[in-house]
């Protein structure tokens, strides 16, 4: 007696669109020879499936335990079915009727099969640029709407030839329903043009871009989610005149490099850096310099550290196939300006700065940064987050309504939720600069869209001079909930675990408003995720100037030199008095007597500076958080911390600065290195945060430790604090998906929101 056959209905949700589901759903249902269909919807994909139990049973084991590489499984929904009269197991066209809800696969990077055909003189798509499969190549990027089918994409324009439309139609063929397919003689072509816009008629235009690139010119280069401005990073001149004409002082600038072994002539690497490095998301890893290592030094200045990324577009490998086998690959834009996506935008902005072009015709949608992480505490953290991670969602613990935080004023990002997921932005910028509030705007529009999501809630910044907050403030018809920043940042972090109960967070940075009208940003909270307590601060001093005393550093080293000494600080025997005019510490001290322009600040980020300009490290930034980063990186291990103490009063701790201060003085003016007095600095953070937490702990009961904030960049303090706080047995929580910095706020605020909602 054979087995009845039953049908089955599989609705599935996640990252399901153009990373070859369909086809490996068909193949899955050949291999157990049963009938039905599977389709796109807006929502993910349904699969209608017939045939033996055991068969059917057999499919739903491998459709979720090995799905495609690229794939990711959100949920299974299975539903009986009658039975109907059917003899094969097709692809059905896409339905885009429903809500859409389906999830979208980030840009990919090329994968080794199309690589390995791409070098092969006798395949049809040798040193093809834009060879591509289901398992690779541009998707978020390139998509106008979903589901995710060629005409909702900038491939809409490329009619494929027989030959791929052979391919794309076979259900064996690896790009089968491969959305981007295309070759040489049905796809985007690659051109080179010189900055005054004329065409270059050469038969190899990549060809001729190396030879440029090897006689040191600046070459644009057309890439996934944006231009880049390439140069050859082993040419001083050239990076020093790529540096001029960007008007980038100082800022370290990405390199790209073929291969592992290529990166380990200049660079070191653990095995952990290399994962991420080879993986296909291949963002920029921050990776320790080696010494000599043969890059020019105008690349990464007074920097420990290279920022590294290998090829990830056929492209790339091209460029890197011959020398230069380094190249400098920075972002193609003005500096403080998003980055350029489209031909004619890239002509008009930086045709005073590139030499040559090479451009290629497939539209960029949506542009995406490079991502940039660093390694920190034994993990991979991210930096900057965008391409090869975005749009994929953060789940959450619970469901929450539709929200759209609009994040913070610098490093802005800004997410979305539906039902139990998180959708947060790629990086977008600094709001101040109009082209960037532009793409800031352009952002929510498209994510909304495609994402199909209508908000209720919209949450911002309780700054009332951010951009944000005032785009908040003409959204109509929604709710409107302001979430105070480092109630915002240590949210963040408790979503990335899935915490609830009450934390005690530390949240380190630059600026955040406060309540009081103050600039935070250096305080000890107790959270949850609808309010938040401060118990403890680092004592507000004078910001000198106001934003000018973030961009100058001396202007915070005087602020802390009056607070510790007031008028003896003239009679210091300190070489940073000698390098500073008289007369203008003479107006900074009145400044702060008078509270001309000096508002009050807690941030820990200040006190980086002035201790870095102290140093003499450090007396004008060209970018943020340059002096402290070049302080974490002239410090040495040391075990003596320098002096600290704290007030408190009816258990709340006021942290304070001057005899931290006093002591760098004394050690600087008896002729301490440099790198010993970064290193004792460091020390004496750990050991006070250390200490002082513990109380707190003590004081509330509460064991969770969460850290965030831009200052938990600096990896040495992290570690640091890391070390110690597990050691008097806390628990602690760092952020790993998002960044600690402002670009993870946004996830915060949407999570304080849904909680006040």
């Known amino acids: 007696m054979t087995s009845p056959i039953i049908a089955r209905r599989f609705e599935i949700q996640g990252i399901v669109q153009g990373v070859g589901f369909r086809p490996h759903v068909y193949q899955l249902a050949t291999k157990y020879h049963l009938t039905g269909s599977v389709a796109n919807t807006s929502a993910g994909v349904i699969i209608h499936a017939q045939g033996l139990p055991e068969a059917i049973d057999a499919f739903h084991h491998d459709l979720v335990k090995h799905p495609p590489p690229l794939a990711h499984i959100a949920t299974v929904n299975v539903y009986q079915q009658a039975p109907e009269k059917l003899e094969v197991f ?44 289901t398992n690779c190549g541009p998707r978020y990027t390139n998509i106008d709407d979903i589901p995710y089918d060629r005409p909702n994409t900038s491939m809409r324009e490329f009619e494929m030839c027989p030959a791929c439309q052979a391919e794309y139609d076979d259900p064996t063929d690896r790009r089968f329903h491969a959305q981007p397919n295309a070759c040489p003689g049905c796809g985007p072509q690659v051109t080179l043009f010189d900055h005054r816009h004329r065409l270059l008629e050469d ?108 090829p990830y577009t056929p492209l790339h490998y091209l460029l890197l196939d011959r020398e230069p086998s380094v190249l400098v690959m920075t972002s193609g834009n003005r500096t403080d300006e998003p980055i350029a996506i489209a031909n004619d935008d890239a002509f008009d902005r930086l045709a005073d700065i590139a030499d040559y072009f090479l451009v290629h015709n497939r539209d960029i949608y949506l542009r995406s940064d490079d991502s940039l992480v660093r390694p920190a505490a034994g993990v991979i953290r991210p930096i900057r987050r965008a391409r090869g991670y975005v ?94 920043h480092h109630h915002a940042h240590i949210v963040s972090a408790m979503t990335e675990h899935g915490l609830s109960e009450p934390v005690i967070g530390l949240a380190f940075d630059g600026t955040g408003y406060g309540p009081d009208g103050h600039v935070w940003g250096g305080e000890i909270l107790i959270v949850t995720p609808d309010a938040f307590k401060r118990v403890a601060q680092l004592a507000y001093v004078s910001m000198p100037g106001s934003t000018a005393a973030i961009r100058e550093p001396w202007r915070m080293a005087i602020s802390y030199l009056d607070a510790a000494f007031g008028d003896d600080l003239w009679n210091l025997n300190l070489p940073f008095m000698e390098q500073i005019d008289p007369e203008k510490i003479d107006i900074i001290r009145r400044m702060i007597i008078r509270g001309l322009n000096t508002p009050q600040t807690s941030s820990l980020g200040r006190l980086f500076d002035g201790v870095a300009a102290l140093a003499g490290i450090r007396h004008r930034v060209t970018f943020e958080g340059q002096a402290a980063m070049e302080l974490e990186g002239m410090a040495v291990e040391t075990k003596a911390p320098y002096s600290y103490e704290w007030e408190e009063t009816g258990g709340y701790y006021l942290m304070r600065p001057e005899p931290i201060i006093r002591d760098v003085v004394e050690s600087l003016v008896a002729g301490v290195s440099v790198e010993i007095v970064a290193g004792r600095f460091h020390t004496t953070l750990v050991r ?66 849904a909680a006040l909602a």
């Open 203 to 310: 038969a190899d235009p990549v060809q001729k871009a190396i030879d440029l690139l090897t006689e040191g010119y600046i070459v644009a280069i057309k890439g996934l989610g944006g231009f880049h401005l390439a140069v050859d990073a082993t040419n001083e001149t050239a990076v020093a005149r790529l540096r001029q004409r960007k008007i980038r002082e100082e800022k370290p600038l990405a390199l790209m490099t073929a291969d592992l072994t290529s990166i380990r002539r200049f660079a070191l690497v653990t095995d952990m850096e290399a994962s991420v490095l080879t993986s296909r998301q291949r963002p920029i890893v921050l990776l320790r310099k080696r010494i000599p290592n043969g890059i020019a030094p105008s690349v990464a200045p007074r920097s420990n550290d290279f920022g590294v990324m290998l």
């Open 90 to 133: 097709a692809i059905t066209k896409s339905d885009g009727v429903n809500e859409k809800s389906a999830l979208i696969a980030p840009d990919t990077s090329v994968c080794e099969d199309c690589r390995q055909e791409m070098f092969d003189p006798d395949d049809r798509r040798y040193r093809y640029p834009f060879i591509n499969c």
């Open 391 to 484: 749009p994929v969602p953060f789940f959450l613990h619970c469901e929450v309504p539709p929200i759209l935080a609009l994040g913070a004023e610098l490093k802005n990002t800004v997410c979305l939720t539906k039902a139990d997921r998180a959708f947060i932005s790629q990086h977008i910028g600094d709001l101040e600069n109009v082209a960037t509030h532009r793409f800031f705007e352009k952002t929510i529009d498209h994510l909304t869209r495609i994402l199909d999501i209508r908000p209720e809630i919209v949450a911002c910044d309780m700054h009332p001079n951010y951009l944000s907050t005032d785009y908040a403030r003409k959204m109509s018809g929604m709710t409107k909930i302001m979430v105070q």
């Open 688 to 753: 006070m945060f250390t200490e002082l937490t513990f109380r707190i702990s003590q004081d509330c009961g509460i064991n969770r430790i969460v850290l965030s904030g831009g200052v938990f960049q600096n990896a040495r303090l992290l570690t640091g604090l890391i070390d110690t706080l597990y050691a008097k047995g806390l628990k602690v929580y760092t952020h790993s998906i998002v960044p600690t910095n402002d670009g993870g706020i946004c996830l915060g605020q949407a999570m304080v929101a």
